[in-house]
T-cell receptor, first 114, second 117 residues
Framework: AQKITQTQPGMFVQEKEAVTLDCTYD???????LFWYKQPSSGEMIFLIY??????QNATEGRYSLNFQKARKSANLVISASQLGDSAMYFC???????????FGAGTILRVKS | DTEVTQTPKHLVMGMTNKKSLKCEQH?????MYWYKQKAKKPPELMFV???????INESVPSRFSPECPNSSLLNLHLHALQPEDSALYLC????????????????FGPGTRLTVL
């Protein structure tokens, strides 16, 4: 079974600064996927970034990058140059070998201050 | 713009009503999902359809009845709900990969906010 832990219930960041959201995971599968989703107050769950367990390079998508440290079982999300629109709930999630079950962490609420 | 659509956006129903939530995806995906999400909590998986067949039912009460008429459509029929069923209901879709690959990425619709009186 997979487990995701997000230890930061809430974070504040100043506009234009970078912020790191923490995520650790646990799994016995060799093949797995790690995902980050953003959920604004409107409710829609927006896919941000994916990292595969066999990918040697950290994933990047625009201002988002995933700091993947396999030995430490961590998959932290880094948001560069924060914007007011980044204020939202962020979920780390993973799938295992049976890829159709997505396991979520508890989430981190990010607030960007102007 | 999301390619997963959900209707209605909001729904208020009494405990004796029968209603349906609808989801449609336009990405050619063969797996579709229903989630229930309470405020400030992560989504909880309810059902998974793979190639139009129900593959996972997470012990959901029978007052929730899923239906997958074709590979693009997913319905959730609601009957005799309880006030504690009030939540955001999210639909998602993905390709069918099942090996932890990028094709497992689930794309979500905007959700239906359900209130049961």
């Amino acid at each position: 079974a997979q487990k995701i832990t997000q230890t930061q219930p809430g974070m504040f960041v100043q506009e234009k600064e970078a912020v790191t959201l923490d995520c650790t995971y646990d799994t016995s599968d060799q093949s797995y996927g790690l995902f980050w989703y953003k959920q604004p107050s409107s409710g829609e769950m927006i896919f941000l970034i994916y990292q595969g367990s066999y990918d040697e390079q950290n994933a990047t998508e625009g201002r988002y990058s995933l700091n993947f440290q396999k030995a430490r079982k961590s998959a932290n999300l880094v948001i560069s140059a924060s914007q007011l629109g980044d204020s939202a709930m962020y979920f780390c999630a993973m799938t295992g070998y049976r890829g159709n079950k997505l396991v979520f962490g508890a989430g981190t609420i990010l607030r960007v201050k102007s | 713009d999301t390619e997963v659509t959900q209707t209605p956006k909001h729904l208020v129903m009494g405990m004796t009503n029968k209603k349906s939530l609808k989801c449609e995806q336009h990405m050619g995906h063969r797996a579709m999902y229903w989630y229930k999400q309470k405020a400030k909590k992560p989504p909880e998986l309810m059902f998974v359809y793979s190639y139009e067949k129900l593959s996972i039912n997470e012990s959901v009460p029978s007052r929730f009845s899923p239906e997958c008429p074709n590979s693009s459509l997913l319905n959730l029929h609601l009957h005799a709900l309880q006030p504690e069923d009030s939540a955001l209901y999210l639909c998602a879709s993905s390709q069918v990969d099942m090996y932890g690959g990028e094709a497992d990425t689930q794309y979500f619709g905007p959700g239906t906010r359900l209130t049961v009186l």
